[in-house]
């Protein structure tokens, strides 16, 4: 199971995990209820499209922009439509 922790508590968990570049992507079905914020930046990625970010909120703390999904990934990228991979102090195991 790998599972992203960030402030002290998991934030998602899964066995069905695709990794890119480097990062984990987790479904997003596998997040936390309530812990992702809609962010209003975005990213372009020349073979993965444009990406979205979300903020993190745990026990009233909030991490801007520390998750990203690409909503419509280009079709290099497809395996990672409707995931979502952290950074910016997210724990990854």
Do not use: H, Q
Not at 50 to 71: M, N
């Amino acid at each position: 199971m790998t599972t992203a922790t960030w402030n002290g508590a998991v934030i998602a968990e899964s066995d069905d995990i695709v990794t890119v570049e480097g990062n984990a992507y987790f479904p997003l079905e596998s997040v936390r209820e309530g812990v992702l914020r809609p962010s209003d930046t975005s990213t372009v990625c020349p073979w993965k499209g444009t990406a979205s970010y979300f903020g993190l909120e745990v026990d009233g703390e909030v991490k801007a922009d520390a998750a990203w999904t690409y909503p419509e990934p280009k079709d290099a990228a497809k395996e990672i439509t409707g995931r979502v991979a952290f950074w910016k102090g997210v724990e990854v195991r």
